[in-house]
Each structure stands twice: as C-alpha cells, then as structure tokens.
C-alpha cells in the first residue's frame, strides 16, 4: 500500500486509492483503456511501463493498486476469475510432490481445483479442520507447502482463527493463503493477522452488483509480489479494462453495502433462529456459533452471508428455495440483490462424496441490500 493511502480510512482509500484523476483531461474516474497495445518511443521505450495488455493495462493496474490499499498490501493483481487467480497461486508457489493443507468446508471450485487438477500435477492435498489449530497443525508434514483457508467458510460460515493458524504456518515455515472472499477486506484483514496471501473472487462483493466475473491475490511481500506477477503475465488470464473498471466502481461502495448486508442478515438470522421449521442457523454473530469470539475479534461484523437447515430433509430444502422469489435462485454471491441456493446440488455438487460434502437439507442465502421486511417476508412464505 502507498504511503499517500496508508493513513486514510477504509472508505476513503476505497473511493481515492488507485482512482487517480486522467492528466489528460481531468476525469475524476479511471478511462477504459480498451487497448491491447501501446506505442513506443523508439525501441524499448516504453510510456509508463506498458507495452501489451497481457503484461499491463492502466485500467487494470488502477484496480490493483486500490486492491493492496484495501488490503494492506505491497501487491495486488487482478485476474479473469477467482479460479484464474487461484492457478496463478498455486502454479507459482507449488511443483511436484509438495503438499497443501485445505479445509474441510471450502467452496466447490476450489476444491475441484485441488482434486481434479492440481493433484494429477503431483501435488497432494490433505484436509484439516481449519477451526481446530491442533488439526492444522497435525496435518501439515515435511512436504507441506501451503495452508489454505476460508473465513467465514463457503457454505458452512466456519471461522478460522487467522492469527493463532498463521502462527503455525510461520513455525513449520510454510505460508497461509486466506480466501476473504465471504468478508470483504472491509470486514476482516487477513494480512494483518499474518497471512501471506488473500484471495479473492471480485465477482462477489468487491464488484457488488452480479455484472462481472474477476478474481484477486494480494501479498505484503514484495519479492512474492514480483513472483505472482510474472506468473500472471506468463499464464496470461489478467482481469480485462472494462472488467477492472466494473469491480473499480463497485469497491467505492463497498463499505456501505456491507453495513447493509451486515444488518439485513442479523434480522434475518433473528428471524430463522424462531422459524419452527428451521433446524438449524448457521451464522458467525450467533452468541452459540463455535467461532463466534473469533469473528467477534478478527471481523468488524457478521457480513451477509447465512445458512440454515431445514426440516424434511434434502427435498424440503430444495422446495424452499424454488418457492422464494424475492430471494433469487441462483449461484453466486455478495451482489446487492438477495440470492438463495442449495448447495448440495448446485455450487458445492463438485465436493459430493468427499470430506467436504455439504449436508443434503442446507439452503445458503446471501442477504441483499434490499428492504429487510421484504426479505422477510418472502423467507417466511418460502419456508411454508
């Protein structure tokens, strides 16, 4: 992160960090550079260091430069998707016969990644119980190169306890990689904590509004920085201008849309913990919830994110969510739009018959910014 951002408030970096006013003609937001290639002076002479839109893009590099100010950052780096940046991750950290701890609730992409690609490379995975530092810390072995966590977790909203899991990282001298995709860095700053890498999907709440798909790294190490950065350039899925420009205008709203997601979803959460046909709420600002004390420490609130358990089992959740119609059925999350899902047959289909298979009767809703009595409503009709 800059100096000139450093001591600026959250909000205020959001809006300001990497939104430099255009010396051309003033604009007060970043042009679209819709370019792949730049003009030389003579051989090699290079205008602000951009030569092709693969290696380097003004646009996007405004977007990166904001994501390290969010973030605490040295480097930021924006990709095509969340699994595009989570490649470049691996691809760069990673070779044959190395060993990554995972957690045993992860979103079903990550976890496709791992087992369908990544270990027909050589590298093998195991998975912890990430809640439990004793279980991290008994499945790390000597060929262990990396600890992947999600906190809150997709779609169980477990809570890892970032510092105490990357002090056992930093003893067995491997280095922990934090998807804060769920909070936000608005909600939770994982480098700080001491994390080597934050993931994120900019396709969540970063980009807001369900209008772009874009993915993140950012790292407090500068050397791994340069490491990432190459790699990008090398495999080339690079968030593109018009994408970066999207999840650029998104962030300067983010603070604001995540106070609202926080408290439409502890008035729904209210609601659910009363319903007679919910079983179970699953949501880190329950008092009951394990990781409650954690999330109360390391996150500045809940976020939006809620899932529950219902009576009847798998066909009752998924009745639930056909029958909800303010609440969007529909995959993904963080948009400013309410959107409910069942995971098991949807966005964690991916992870059936493994250790991080969902139950069958969990329906997962991202609370939206709309008007919580509405939502409300529409819950309750959903669940009959």
């Known amino acids: 992160m800059s100096d000139q951002h450093s001591h600026q408030s959250f909000e205020t970096r959001a809006i300001h960090a990497g939104n430099t006013a255009d010396p051309l003609t003033g604009a007060v937001v970043p042009p679209i550079y819709q370019v792949s290639t730049y003009k030389q002076d003579g051989v090699g002479g290079l205008r602000g260091g951009y030569e092709y839109s693969r290696s380097a893009n003004p646009t996007r590099t405004a977007l990166e430069e904001n994501l390290a100010a969010l973030e605490g950052g040295r480097r930021g780096l924006a990709f095509a998707s969340g699994l595009a940046a989570e490649d470049c991750l691996l691809r760069t950290l990673l070779v044959p016969g190395d060993h990554v701890v995972i957690p045993n609730d992860a979103y079903g992409g990550t976890f496709r990644l791992f087992a369908k690609v990544v270990q027909r490379w050589g590298v093998d995975f195991s998975v912890a119980d990430t809640s439990d530092v004793e279980s991290v ?33 930093r003893q067995a001298g491997v280095k922990l990689v934090v998807d804060n995709t769920f909070a936000s860095p608005y909600l939770q700053q994982p480098l700080s ?11 969540k709440y970063m980009g807001g509004h369900s ?26 899925a690079v968030a593109g201008p ?48 394990p990781g409650h004390e954690v999330a109360a420490k390391q996150m500045r609130s809940f976020g939006g994110m809620i899932s ?29 739009e309410s959107l409910i899902e069942h995971p098991g047959r949807m966005t964690h289909a991916s992870v059936a018959g493994s250790a991080l298979e969902v139950p069958a009767d969990l329906v997962r809703l991202s609370v939206g910014i709309e008007n919580v009595d509405d939502l409300l409503a529409d819950l309750r009709e959903a669940l009959g």
């Open 242 to 289: 018009f994408d970066s420009w999207i999840v650029l205008r998104g962030i300067k709203t983010l603070a604001v849309r995540m106070d609202r997601h926080s408290e439409n979803a502890g008035k729904v959460v209210e609601m659910l913990t009363q319903h007679p046909k919910v079983t179970q709420v699953l949501y880190p600002g329950l008092p009951e919830h």
């Open 211 to 236: 209008d772009v798909v874009g993915g993140a790294l950012v790292t407090a190490d500068a050397e791994l920085g340069e490491e990432l950065a190459y790699h990008q350039n090398a495999m080339g």
């Open 137 to 169: 810390r008994g499945a790390i072995n000597d060929r262990t190169k990396l600890v992947w966590v999600e906190t809150p977790s997709n779609p169980l909203l477990g809570i890892t306890d970032i510092e105490a899991v990357a002090g056992v990282a």
């Open 308 to 336: 529950f358990r219902v009576e009847g089992g798998e066909q009752a959740a998924v009745d639930v969510c056909n029958r909800a119609k303010l609440f969007t059925l529909g995959e993904s999350l963080g948009g400013v």
């Open 193 to 203: 904590l001491g994390a080597d890498v934050v993931v994120h999907s900019l396709t």
